[in-house]
């Protein structure tokens, strides 16, 4: 955690080794055009490389970043204490070269130095990586990182997706504006990346690759397949054809389709009962087959 004291002036500051502290002064105030520069990449958290802190206006607490913040305070004991910070609000930053507290800008009033490459004053947000590509994106109205040139905004699931989404994925509206279905982490502002599904729901890259390891191929949300599964049903044809069921157990049940919403009837089987519809074994059965009880049944 990146938490410090509340006491500005007590506020313990972690500094590149450049000698002594006259030389640390005398490196960010010269007139070289360099000293915005001074420190670059050298300061900051785990999340983001930056030459600030901020002052966090709801607990009035300094912390690198807002994942720094949120991390601490979700650790609470006391659950009526744990909060987000709201990134806009911040109004506070501390530069972590000189520690000088000032209002939120680009550059330091005291010493000069720039306290990100990267700036943007609507978010409060500061990063000295620029290799990330970050950009604002005003319908967003947060900073996202991968290049804005990368990237469009889908008005209807409310968020940034890849270009190659653009005309060539199902919308869901506010899709984005949810919690992951597998780990529950809003994805809004997930840091995280993010997988859009065919039936256009969306989750955490990495959840979803979890989810495909454990042989689950349905959307948690919908439960419509999460691509195309024709080769598998294909092979579940062949397994059904090829294991003829007891004369006890051939009836008809009647099935909703999880992918088409169809419903419509199937014979019967342990392996799975087929859409008339779309030929999708991704179903499930509404009611009991009519009149048919199994043979281990027996009567109250």
């Known amino acids: 955690m990146n938490c410090e004291k509340d006491d500005t002036n007590n506020t313990h500051v972690d500094r590149p080794q450049v ?47 807002r994942h720094c913040h949120n991390e601490a305070t979700s650790a609470l004991s006391n659950p009526k204490e744990r909060h987000e910070l709201v990134r806009q609000d911040v109004k506070l930053v501390i530069c ?4 000088t507290a000032q209002e939120v800008s680009g550059l330091c009033s005291e010493c000069g130095i720039k306290f990100g490459e990267y700036f943007c ?18 319908d967003c109205g947060i900073c996202r990182v991968g290049g804005r040139e990368n990237f469009f905004h889908c008005p209807k699931c409310g968020s940034c997706y890849s270009i190659g989404l653009r005309d060539n994925h199902s919308c869901v509206e506010n899709a984005m504006k949810n919690h992951c279905p597998i780990c ?8 995280k990346g993010t997988r859009i599904m065919k039936c256009g729901h969306t989750m955490h890259t990495d959840c979803y690759s979890e989810m495909i390891s454990q042989n689950q191929y349905r959307c948690p949300i919908c439960s419509k397949s999460v691509f195309n599964m024709s080769s598998i049903w294909e092979g579940l044809d062949q397994e059904i054809e090829a294991t003829a069921m007891p004369e006890e157990y051939r009836y008809e049940v009647p099935i909703l389709c999880n992918d088409c919403n169809s419903t419509s009837k199937a014979f019967f089987h342990i392996f799975g009962h087929k859409c008339r519809q779309c030929d999708s074994f991704n179903t499930r059965t509404i009611t009991r087959g009519e009149d048919h009880q199994s043979p281990c049944s027996t009567n109250n």
């Open 121 to 138: 004053e609507i978010c409060k947000f500061y990063d000295d990586d620029t290799t990330k590509k970050q950009f604002h994106c005003h």
């Open 96 to 99: 972590a070269v000189c520690n």
């Open 19 to 65: 000698g002594n502290q006259e030389d640390a002064d005398d490196g960010c105030k010269n007139d070289s055009p360099k000293r915005e520069d001074y420190g670059k990449m050298l300061y900051g958290c785990e999340h983001y490389r930056r030459r600030c802190k901020l002052r966090t206006p709801c607990c009035n607490q300094v912390f690198t970043c």
């Open 184 to 191: 529950y982490e809003f994805l809004f502002d997930s840091v």
